[in-house]
Each structure stands twice: as C-alpha cells, then as structure tokens.
C-alpha cells in the first residue's frame, strides 16, 4: 500500500491528482489522504522560508504522517516539514518551477522532486496575445466606459486608434515554452517576431521563424514588447528605467510573466506622457497591488489579476504531468522533470 497526500486548492483540486493516479495505475494499492488550502480565494504568500506557497505548515506536517509521496501545488515544503515527514520519499510539484519546495532540505532529507513544467504554456500564451490586443485597440477601457454609459467615439480619432498585430515588429524577451507559442501565434497573424534569449539556440529560433537579438536592438525595434522570462538575479529588472527609453514612441509592454522582470516605478510618467502608448498586466511588483498602486486609474494600463494560466486545461494537465512523474518513480524508473538530480540514482538503486 502506497500513501499518497494530495495537497491540492481551488485551482488544482486535490481530487485531479487523485484521478490521475488511478488512471495509470489501476491496480496499485494506494491510500489518498488529501489536503485543500484556500488558494486563489487567498493569494499565495512566503511561508516559512519557501516562495508562492498556501496553506499551513502544520497541517501539512500532519497529514504527511506515514506518507511516501505527495503530489501538490502550493503547499508549504519548508525545511520544518522535512525534519517531520521521516517517510517521505517523494514530492510531485504541479508547476513550472518547485519554488514551494525548499530544494536543499529535501535534498539533505533524500526526498526527490519532480515538477510540471509547461503546464501552463498553451493557456499564458494565449492571454499575453489577449492582453497584447486588448492594450493595442482599446477593448477594456471601451468596455468599461460603454458599461458607465460613455461612447469611446473618440478611439476611433486618428491620434487614438490604435495599432493591428500584422506587419507590426513584436519584441519577445525569452523564448521558453511560452514564448514559442505566442510566436508562432504572432506569426500567423503577420507579425514581424524579434527575440531575445541569450539561452535558447539561435538555429532553434532560425527553424521558427523569428530573429535572435541583442536586448537594445529589440527595445529600440519593437513596436510592442511581451515579457516571457523567468524570473532569476540576472532578469530581475531587465526592463528599467534606462532601458525603456530606447522603445519608440508610444509603444506597448506586455508584462504576463513575472512582476519582478520590470521596474514599475517609471511607468505612470511614462503612460501618461505617451512615451509608452500601453501596458497590459497581469503580474504585479506588490500582488494584489494595494488601492493606492501608481498605475491604477491610468486609461491606457489594462489590468488582469494574475489568471494566465487559469484554464481547465491547465489543472488537467498539471495534474496528469505530475501523474505521468510518480509513476514512473514507483515503476523505478527516473521521472523525467527532477530538480535535484543529485538524489536520483540512490532512489533508483533503493528500488
């Protein structure tokens, strides 16, 4: 009999990893004790030393009791978990990234950890494209004066109208597996796709159709700019005060990834100027911003609370990737997303 905790909320519900067990191992001897902490009605929040996380550490310490695998999302693996989960062998995170998890502790209490990259990829991708339409013509801002009885009869003046995605150059900072759809959507609509990612091969971007840049050439071409970067020292504020000067004139930033990519401080002059034509957001320097944030209140800054990846498919898939990892560790096989590989082969010995 394996136990298996699924630490699951409102997004990803405990009951998808579940199904998605059952589903490749019909016949395996599981028992599911399960967990569902309240996030997206509660942001996630740094709990105890690990970053994004919901829910509460003893609680998780409880009902990882006797436990061998967990399959979660947000729930808090801190250092204290570790040193009271002595069964615990593996966690399967459902994101791109197991920054929930802290990575050296389980390392040092031999407990492997798998996550879910891409899940989410084919959903963020399509909102940045919506973000990026609904910045370049207007739509949430004529939406919301129309529902107050106003007529934007005005966008349609020379000066404010705004710009199509054909034969428009589009700026993509970072080319993971986000950034590839969204070009190959950009594509297809006759956008001109420039791209800088020092990490990703030149001949892969050559083989998709889009052109590998230096960061200035891409600021200072670029009619709009969509940010799909990880997070990391090295891209923290890669868009900054000094650098988006070199955009042209009235120019539009998507920013769908990660607060933490750009300066926010510059902006309000910069919008209200005109310097920048349009922001669309859906991450944030401080998330929720409060009702006092500078950008609130602007007309020309759309806003989203953070729901690229809020599709159905994306829980699926989140969870049957994290299905796919813990089947393959009971089958005594390497899962295929390890974040501390160091571990991997005294688990595969073990079995």
Not at 263 to 281: F, M, N, V
């Amino acid at each position: 009999m394996t136990k298996i905790l699924c630490a699951g909320d409102f997004f990803v519900l405990p009951e998808l990893f579940d199904g998605a067990l059952r589903e490749r191992l019909p016949s395996h001897p599981f028992e599911f004790t399960y967990i569902k902490t309240q996030w997206p009605m509660e942001p996630f929040r740094d709990i105890d030393g690990v970053f994004e996380a919901s829910g509460a550490v003893s609680e998780l310490i409880e009902k990882l009791q006797g436990v061998e695998i967990a399959a979660t999302h947000l729930a808090p693996f801190s250092a204290e978990v570790f040193k009271n989960a002595p069964d615990l062998k593996m966690i399967g995170v459902c994101r791109g990234g197991p920054v929930n998890i802290d990575l050296k502790a389980a390392t040092e209490a031999g407990v492997l950890v798998s996550y879910a990259p891409g899940r989410n990829a084919q959903a963020a991708a399509e909102f940045a494209i919506a973000l990026m339409l609904a910045a370049m013509r207007r739509i949430t801002r004529g939406n919301s004066d129309l529902h107050n009885g106003i007529w934007r009869g005005d966008f349609y003046s020379y000066e404010k109208t705004g710009i199509e995605i054909c034969g428009t150059t589009v700026g993509l900072i970072g080319y993971g597996a986000i950034g590839r759809i969204v070009a190959k959507i950009l594509i297809a609509m006759g956008a001109n796709v420039i791209v800088f990612d020092p990490y990703t091969d030149k001949t892969v971007m050559e083989a998709d159709g889009v052109e590998s840049v230096e960061l200035d050439y891409l600021l200072k071409n670029s009619s709009v700019v969509s940010l799909h970067a990880r997070l990391t020292s090295e891209s923290r504020n890669i868009l900054n005060a000094e650098n988006m000067k070199l955009l042209p004139e009235g120019a539009v930033i998507v920013n769908s990834a990660r607060g933490g990519l750009m300066d926010y401080k510059p902006l309000p002059d910069l919008l209200r100027s005109g310097r920048i034509g349009a922001i669309a957001l859906d991450v944030y320097d401080i998330e929720p911003p409060p009702s006092d944030w500078p950008l609130l209140g602007i007309e020309n800054v759309v806003l989203a609370p953070h729901l690229a990846g809020a599709t159905k498919q994306t829980a699926w898939r989140a969870a049957n990737i994290i299905g796919d990892e813990i089947k393959l560790f009971l089958e005594g096989k390497a899962p295929q997303f390890v974040a501390n590989k160091e571990i991997l082969s005294t688990h595969l010995l073990e079995k």
